[in-house]
């Protein structure tokens, strides 16, 4: 009796453990097919939005004979969302979004799981520090975004750990109600987000008080770089930051990517 208890069951921890792993795939199934449609969802939005936005600054409106200026051009997103900051794009990538800035009441990173209507989305949006100004801009505007594995959103900043990957795509281009700015990418550099306060954070401040202030940043920068591009920005010129989780080699990591101004 004792042996046929112990053969039968023999016979239903394998079915257990095949029904647990049933259980597991449809699990992990659905949930991929889930992240693949919000993934889907955020960027047709993302492409409805472009499509709202008017010809270049520079083209002359109809039967007026004045250029387009950047309000005019988004005047379709501010409308919709007074919270409309700009548009971010590094040609070549997937990087290609509208920032946002969360308005007076909201949380800084309100955001980081809503879209552009202010509605759930795992994906949200980049969005800038709220220390930050555009017009006029902060000497360090600083653009947070999430690192999504389906390579959406900031995913594509984890390349410039590679100096190739930076030598192909070495400009980013800034669109605000200000102006459009071009960037030069002059370092890329990966931190401990949880490390203690004396360990150099390069999000710790946007404005700089004065040329030593900005030499001592740029000494933090070059020290922490991942590699050499050789190019030193001077005292005066405005700077980008985007920022991103990248925890493949370090548990609470970021990287980030710090250009400069070379063209309004």
């Known amino acids: 009796m004792a042996e046929r208890a112990e053969k039968k069951g023999g016979r239903i921890l394998p079915r257990l453990a095949a029904l647990v792993c049933l259980a597991v795939f449809l699990v992990s199934g659905g949930l991929l097919l889930r992240y693949r449609a919000q993934r889907d969802a955020t960027q047709r939005e993302v492409t409805q939005l472009r ?3 008017e ?4 083209q002359v409106v109809p039967d007026s004979g004045k250029p387009l200026t950047q309000a005019e051009r988004f005047a379709a997103l501010t409308a919709r969302n ?11 990538t997937a990087v290609d979004y509208p920032v946002m800035r969360a308005g007076e009441g909201k949380d800084g990173e309100y955001y980081l799981r809503r879209n552009f209507d202010g509605e759930y989305d795992i994906n949200g949006l980049p969005f800038l520090d709220q220390r930050c100004g555009t017009d006029p801009a902060s000497d360090l505007l600083i653009i947070y975004g999430h690192n999504m594995k389906s390579g959406i959103m900031f995913h594509d ?12 795509h070495r400009y980013l281009r800034l669109e605000t109600l200000a102006g459009t700015g071009t960037y030069e990418v002059f370092c ?7 490390s203690d306060e004396t360990a150099f954070k390069p999000h710790k401040q946007v404005e700089f ?13 070059k020290a922490a770089a991942l590699y050499d591009t050789g190019i030193t920005p001077a005292y005066g010129e405005k700077l980008l930051m985007l920022a991103t989780c990248e925890r493949s080699s370090i548990q609470n990591g970021r ?7 070379v063209e309004k």
């Open 188 to 194: 890329a550099m990966l931190y401990d987000a949880s």
């Open 55 to 58: 010809e270049p600054a520079g």
């Open 157 to 168: 900043l984890t390349g410039y750990e590679k100096r190739s990957f930076w030598e192909d």
């Open 209 to 221: 008080a004065g040329e030593a202030q900005f030499d001592a940043y740029l000494a933090g920068l």
């Open 82 to 92: 007074g919270d409309f900051a700009g548009w971010i794009t590094i040609p070549g």
């Open 51 to 53: 499509e709202l936005v």
């Open 255 to 261: 990287i980030v990517v710090v250009a400069r101004q």
